[in-house]
C-alpha cells in the first residue's frame, strides 16, 4: 500500500493513476474540500491532521508520496518560513539523533517549538515518517525549490541514520511535461532497493547522495519529447488572446500576459483572472486544465477553495513521471497518451518556442 500524505484533491493520485499502478494509494488531507473532491475522483481520502498519525502501526506501507503545504516558502507565501530553516535543520538532526537513540524527545519538540510559522515544521514529519514507517522501501516528496536545501538535509540523514542507498533531490518544469502551464517543483526520490531511473526526466538540476550520484554538470539536454502547450490551444482559444490577473492594478511583473505561451502559474487568485477580449472570468474546469487535470474533474468547494485546490496540487503528468522514474516504470508514453486524452488535437500538435521561465514564473 501506498501512503500519500497532505493528499490534496488527487494531484499524485490521478498520476499514480496514469501509470495504472496497481498498488492501493490512501490519502490523508486536513482540508474538507479537497478531500471531498479527491473522493468524488474515486480516490480513497481521510480527513484529518498528519501530526495525529502514528507511523509505527501502519506495516502495510512500502511507498510514502508527501507533499507539504508550500505557502511558508512560495513567493505566493511570501516566503516568511524561510526563515525558519534553521529551526527545521535543528529539528532534523534532532530527530535523527532521536532515531539512533542518541537524543531524548523533548530536544526534538523543544525545536520544532523555535519556528515562526507553525506550518514550516511539516516539512520535518516527511522524515519522521521515513524512520517511523516499520515497512517502507521508497518514498516521494515534493516542495517549492526554495526548499531544496531541506530536502537534501533530509536525504543526507536517511543516508546516515537509516541506511537509505539511493537520494536525489530534482527540479522538474511542468510546461516541459506537456502541462498548460509553468509550475516548477523540487522533489526528493528515495530508495532502498532499486536505483531510480531519472535518465528521462526533464530536470532543471540534480543532487544526490548514494550509490547513482552525479554531478549536476553532467545533466543531459532537456529532451523535446513532449509537446509545449499553449495557454489558448489547451482552452480551444484562437490565437492572440490576452489575460488580465489583477483588474487595473499594476505589479513589478504586470498585470497582463499572453495566452499564446504557457499560463503563468496558477495560485488561488487565478480565480480573478479574466481573458481581455470579453472580459470572460476563468472557470475552475479550466484552472484544472491548465494544471494538467480533465476538464471534467469533480472540484468540490466555493469557487475560491475550488481555485486554491487546482493551483497547490502536483500537475498530474509531472506526477506520473517523478512516480515512473522512482519505481522503473516506463512512463513518457503513458503521459503522452494522457495529454493526449485531456487536451484538443491542435494543441498536441502545436510547438512554439520555448519561453525563457524569467518571463512567466513570477506571481500571478
Not at 516499520?134 to 518514498?139: G, I, T, V
Given at each position: 500500500m501506498i501512503l500519500n500524505l497532505f493528499a490534496g484533491p488527487g494531484g499524485l493520485d490521478m498520476g499514480?493513476?496514469?501509470l495504472n499502478l496497481a498498488q492501493p494509494i490512501h490519502g490523508y488531507d486536513i482540508d474538507p474540500d479537497a478531500c471531498d473532491t479527491a473522493q468524488v475522483a474515486g480516490f480513497n481520502r481521510t480527513r484529518g491532521s498528519v501530526l495525529d498519525l502514528d507511523p509505527d502501526t501502519m506495516h502495510p506501507i512500502t511507498g510514502a508520496i508527501i507533499t507539504p503545504p508550500c505557502p511558508p516558502f512560495s513567493r505566493s507565501g511570501l516566503g516568511k518560513g524561510l526563515t525558519d530553516f534553521p529551526a527545521i535543520r535543528e529539528a532534523l538532526t534532532l530527530l535523527g539523533d532521536n532515531f539512533a537513540g542518541m537524543q531524548p524527545d523533548d530536544a526534538y519538540a523543544a525545536a520544532l517549538a523555535e519556528m515562526n510559522d507553525p506550518r514550516s515544521s511539516l516539512l520535518v514529519e516527511t522524515l519522521r515518517f521515513a524512520f517511523r514507517l516499520?515497512?517502507?522501501?521508497?518514498?516521494v516528496a515534493e516542495q517549492v525549490p526554495a526548499a531544496a536545501p531541506i530536502w537534501q538535509e533530509i536525504s543526507a540523514e536517511l543516508a546516515m541514520t537509516a541506511n537509505w542507498t539511493h537520494l536525489a533531490v530534482l527540479t522538474v518544469a511542468a510546461h516541459e511535461l506537456g502541462v498548460a502551464s509553468t509550475r516548477t517543483r523540487t522533489f526528493l526520490i528515495a530508495?532502498?532497493?532499486t536505483v531510480p531511473e531519472l535518465d528521462g526526466l526533464p530536470m532543471r538540476d540534480l543532487w544526490t547522495t548514494g550509490r547513482f550520484a552525479a554531478p549536476m554538470h553532467e545533466l543531459p539536454p532537456i529532451a523535446d519529447q513532449f509537446p509545449h502547450i499553449t495557454m489558448a490551444a489547451a482552452l480551444g482559444w484562437p490565437a492572440g488572446e490576452r489575460i488580465n490577473t489583477r483588474g487595473n492594478?499594476?505589479?513589478?511583473g504586470g498585470n497582463e500576459f499572453s495566452a499564446d505561451g504557457p499560463s503563468w502559474c496558477l495560485t488561488s487568485k487565478a480565480r480573478s483572472w479574466k481573458r481581455v477580449s470579453d472580459g470572460a472570468p476563468l472557470t475552475a474546469s479550466q484552472a484544472g486544465l491548465l494544471t494538467g487535470f480533465p476538464a471534467d474533474y469533480p472540484w468540490r468547494g466555493s469557487r475560491s477553495k475550488q481555485f486554491l485546490q487546482a493551483a497547490d496540487v502536483v500537475a498530474p503528468p509531472v506526477a506520473a513521471a517523478v512516480l515512473g522514474a522512482t519505481l522503473g516504470i516506463d512512463w513518457p508514453p503513458l503521459v503522452?497518451?494522457?495529454?493526449?486524452a485531456i487536451y484538443p488535437a491542435e494543441a498536441l500538435a502545436a510547438r512554439p518556442r520555448l519561453y525563457q521561465p524569467a518571463l512567466f514564473e513570477g506571481v500571478a
Open positions: 499514480a493513476h496514469i516499520p515497512n517502507l522501501r521508497w518514498l530508495t532502498r532497493d492594478r499594476r505589479t513589478s503522452r497518451d494522457y495529454l493526449a
